[in-house]
């Protein structure tokens, strides 16, 4: 069974960085991609990023892109999502996902096709 913990959320002031950790355990397969998703109260979960275990093939939401950076460190299952520049508009609970599939640019934004998930991390940006 895959488990998935993230880390890393807090306070922080618009402008500011933080660096979110997604730990995976019970991954079985080669191939499998982690995504970084965000939810508000009362709205529907948005795609932030996600990442290829195999070649590191990326994708971004627009309103993220030139500011976030996913990375991967295979030897320790973990995923990484830098946050630089950071507005009130990113605050949100993040969630990290995976599935145990080949990477697909074109659907790994999509919450629906992940069938792993973390429990959340709160990320507060406010002055």
Known sequence: QVQLVESGGG???PGGSLRLSCAASGVTSDYYVIGWFRQA???E???VSCISSSDGSTNYANSVKGRFTISRDNAKNTVYLQMNR??????DVYYCAAVLSSYGN????????YAYWGQGTQVT???
């Open 11 to 13: 306070l922080v002031q």
């Open 41 to 43: 109260p009362g709205k």
């Open 45 to 47: 979960r948005e795609g």
């Open 86 to 91: 950071l507005k009130p508009e990113d605050a």
């Open 106 to 113: 074109r659907w790994c934004l999509v919450s629906g096709y």
């Open 125 to 127: 940006v406010s002055s």
